[in-house]
Antibody, heavy 119, light 107 residues
Framework: EVQLVESGGGLVKPGGSLRLSCAAS????????MNWVRQAPGKGLEWVSS????????YYADSVKGRFTISRDNAKNSLYLQMNSLRAEDTAVYYC????????????WGQGTLVTVSS | VIWMTQSPSLLSASTGDRVTISCRMS??????LAWYQQKPGKAPELLIY???TLQSGVPSRFSGSGSGTDFTLTISCLQSEDFATYYC?????????FGPGTKVDIK
């Protein structure tokens, strides 16, 4: 069974940093591209970042470029999101999601971890 | 950036109804479109990818159509468990983008 479990969320002050993790199991993690998607309270979904299976290709939303860094450790079956210079507008539930092989739609999602940026 | 609109933003319907949600792109994306369902407090779930391919395990009352700039999600016979918010997503190019969502609630 495919499982994605996020952790690392919490309350952080504006300008602070946080590192999210996503532990993957039930599939060959090293074969799949992975993504982070976020959802601000009461709002819609916003794609944040994507990383290819071997980390060769990395993409970011303009809203986080230069502040967030996506990475992965295939030996540990883990995906990460390092978030620096956090702003109030980064407050959201952050989901990790697997990209399908047949099509790049997001076929499995974690339960999400809440990041709150507030003083 | 490819911009997306969804209509309607809110759809009130009854169990058994046929409902249709539209998604329009600011530029053509071939068939690189997915539909997701999200229930309150839960992660989104993939319903359809490649505009019209049903994800494994998704009931056949869900269907998708369209290509280029105009896409449609249809629920042929609305069930109680279908009351949720639906999002379209383009994965034709980065940044990937989601539509603003359509909430389907009980009339």
């Amino acid at each position: 069974e495919v499982q994605l479990v996020e952790s690392g969320g919490g309350l952080v002050k504006p300008g602070g940093s946080l590192r999210l993790s996503c532990a993957a199991s039930g599939f060959t993690f090293s074969s799949y591209s992975m993504n982070w998607v976020r959802q601000a309270p009461g709002k819609g979904l916003e794609w944040v970042s994507s990383i290819s299976s071997s980390s060769s290709y990395i993409y970011y939303a303009d809203s986080v470029k230069g502040r967030f860094t996506i990475s992965r450790d295939n030996a540990k079956n883990s995906l990460y999101l390092q978030m620096n210079s956090l702003r109030a507008e980064d407050t959201a539930v952050y989901y990790c999601a697997r990209e399908g092989v047949v099509a790049a739609a997001l076929d499995y999602w974690g339960q999400g971890t809440l990041v709150t940026v507030s003083s | 950036v490819i911009w997306m609109t969804q209509s309607p933003s809110l759809l009130s319907a009854s169990t058994g109804d046929r409902v249709t949600i539209s998604c329009r792109m600011s530029q053509g994306i071939s068939s690189y479109l997915a539909w997701y369902q999200q229930k309150p407090g839960k992660a989104p779930e993939l319903l359809i990818y490649a505009a019209s391919t049903l994800q494994s395990g998704v009931p056949s009352r869900f269907s998708g159509s369209g290509s280029g700039t105009d896409f449609t999600l249809t629920i042929s016979c609305l069930q109680s468990e279908d009351f949720a918010t639906y999002y379209c997503q383009q994965y034709y190019s980065f940044p990937q983008t989601f539509g603003p969502g359509t909430k389907v609630d009980i009339k």
